[in-house]
């Protein structure tokens, strides 16, 4: 008994596979799948996001205080101004990407290559933008003092405005020596960079200088971060004052409750690492456009997958400026 083959009519084209669910290829309908497996993924961390800031919310930094710093601006208060740029030139790559995919279902293999180039370039300036953020938040700016309860005090004069550890601390008269298990002083070494100024430096200086006040984390009823008398502040430092952080890493953030660094790096560098494969897949795409890969197959459908990735990575951004930056 010979076996009955069905015929679909579908077997040479790209899907191949059946009755083309949807009237995508196959390739497509798998890179949808990748997509709303991974928003699953980034709505799972902007969740868990969501519900630490809620649970820590007196105590949670204001976007707008610490990202305020903008490329060869020195001393310029720019809040949200390079987060922006950055958010521009993605969007604005994301443009360029749909006019690459609409150029290819009309086989213009010039347009293609000229709006592939333009959003590699966007991809790569996105990218460039991000290590320059994450070092000038890892670096930090004016410094803090962390209590023995791991609370963040920060300093600022009379006037409201923030004061730098480094423009009051007392001189140091000898030279800091990081402290090892060979020189027998700490049962532990020492794992972190050793900051500019050491806690008893600030505490000098601070005791000398009647201007400056002790802000804490935390805000009061009307939103604004409570400032400490002068009387209060002392006794906050020289009781509760243990370390000096200056910057941000998993552990420590002058900028205020620890978690805050801890998902800026985990979220943005998990949707950096996508972009990055975003940008190489690009490439590589590119120039099997320039080589005539896709002229010879009579389709550019491999753009416009590449093309549903990069869309996806452009408004996963959009989702994490909104709730990480402006909420």
Request: glycine share 10%; no cysteine.
């Given at each position: ?84 740029f950055m958010t521009f030139i993605l969007i604005f790559s994301s443009v360029t990407m749909v006019l690459a995919v609409d150029a290819g279902h009309k086989m213009q293999q010039k347009k293609v290559i000229f709006y592939l180039f333009l959003t590699i370039i966007g991809g790569l300036i996105f990218l460039g933008s991000q290590a320059w953020e994450w070092n000038t938040f890892i670096k930090g700016d004016y410094g803090a003092v962390e209590t023995h309860g791991g609370q963040i ?175």
């Open positions: 008994m010979e076996a009955t083959v069905v015929k679909t009519g579908t077997e040479g084209k790209t899907w191949g596979g059946g009755n083309e669910p949807l009237k995508a290829s196959y390739g497509k309908m798998m890179m949808w799948f990748f997509i709303v497996s991974d928003s699953l993924t980034f709505a799972g961390f902007l969740s868990s996001y969501g519900m630490s800031r809620f649970k820590f919310i007196d105590a949670w930094p204001i976007a707008d205080e610490v990202f305020t710093h903008f490329p060869f601006l020195h001393g310029v208060e720019a809040p949200m101004y390079y987060v922006a005090i920060q300093f600022l004069d009379k006037d409201g405005d923030r004061v730098a550890l480094a423009d009051f601390a007392a001189v140091d008269n000898g030279a800091r020596v990081e402290q090892t298990k060979q020189l027998g002083v700490w049962y532990q070494q020492e794992s972190e960079y050793l900051p500019t100024v050491s806690f008893e430096q600030v505490k000098e200086g601070f005791l000398a200088n009647d201007n400056l006040l002790i802000r804490l984390p935390y805000k009061d009823e009307h939103g604004k971060h409570i400032v400490l008398g002068r009387e209060e502040s002392i006794t906050k430092l020289v009781n509760d004052g243990n370390l000096v952080v200056e910057g941000a890493n998993l552990r420590h953030n002058e900028y205020g409750h620890p978690l805050f660094a801890d998902f800026f790096f985990f979220i943005t560098g998990f949707h950096g690492f996508h972009v990055s494969i975003g940008v190489l897949l690009n490439i590589i795409v590119f120039f099997n456009v320039i080589i005539g890969t896709y002229e010879r197959r009579g389709h550019y459908e491999m753009v416009e997958k590449v093309g549903l990735y990069w869309h996806f990575v452009d408004l996963v951004w959009v989702f994490v400026f909104t709730f990480f930056y402006l909420v």
